[in-house]
């Protein structure tokens, strides 16, 4: 997909703060400092038009970003962040599910776990949560730049094997550093908008 126009268009953290155009929303979903908001600077070709951060906790709204009027980014906080305080990330737990929940235009979650690790307990619950609600999702297995290239079929195997043994959910390799694999997951992102 050709992005010509993209904008960052409002920061929410309940119900009638989102927008109300009901276009399609693509969700980024992920532990903190995984590469939620990178993703959406690499696929839309911007720097930083999502504020990203080499500390975890950066984003801690939800942040709608209108791509050509088609459909929107929706770049969440991360869970896991230990330096947030308890209450905040109950807060921002609340907000997220109250989301998730009541949306009904969220047309894909984009779940992103880091390919180096396996997934943590949070990853689970977070995984198992989507597939419960049946939200369509497909699984982008990021920072592939930081293995060996011959190893990234074989891990991202792995980590499929790991949450979805029944290998009905689609699991892609993905690098917003080297800015590899986004062809696919365009592919990917405009059978779902
Ligand atoms: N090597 C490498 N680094 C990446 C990649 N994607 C993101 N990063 C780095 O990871 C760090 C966190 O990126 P963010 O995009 O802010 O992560 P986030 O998931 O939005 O984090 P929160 O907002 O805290 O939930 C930054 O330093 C990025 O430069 C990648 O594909 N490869
Ligand atoms: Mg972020």
């Given at each position: 997909m050709i992005v010509k126009n993209p904008k960052f268009e409002i920061s929410a953290v309940k119900p009638n703060q989102y927008p109300n155009n009901n276009l399609p929303e693509v969700v980024l979903v992920g532990k903190s400092n995984v590469g939620k908001s990178s993703f959406v600077n690499t696929m839309i070709n911007r720097k930083n038009l999502a504020r990203t951060s080499s500390e975890p906790g950066k984003t801690r709204q939800l942040n709608f970003y209108n791509i050509d009027d088609k459909f929107y980014f929706v770049d969440l906080p991360g869970y896991g962040y230990s330096k947030m305080s308890k209450d905040e990330q109950v807060k921002v737990g609340k907000f997220i599910e109250e989301y998730l929940t009541k949306r009904n235009n969220i047309h894909l979650i984009v779940f992103i776990i880091d390919?180096?690790?396996?997934?943590?307990?949070?990853d689970k619950l977070m995984y198992d949560y989507i597939i419960k609600n049946n939200l369509p999702c497909?699984?982008?297995?990021?920072?592939?730049?930081?293995?060996?290239?011959?190893?990234?079929?074989?891990?991202?195997?792995?980590?499929?094997?790991?949450?979805?043994?029944l290998?009905?959910?689609?699991?892609?390799?993905?690098?917003?550093?080297?800015?590899?694999?986004?062809?696919?997951?365009?592919k990917e992102i405009e059978k779902y908008i």
């Open positions: 390919i180096r690790h396996d997934p943590t307990s949070n497909i699984v982008l297995c990021n920072k592939a730049d930081k293995i060996a290239p011959s190893k990234v079929d074989s891990r991202v195997q792995e980590l499929q094997n790991i949450l979805n043994p290998k009905d959910i689609l699991f892609i390799p993905f690098s917003s550093e080297k800015k590899i694999y986004t062809e696919n997951t365009w």
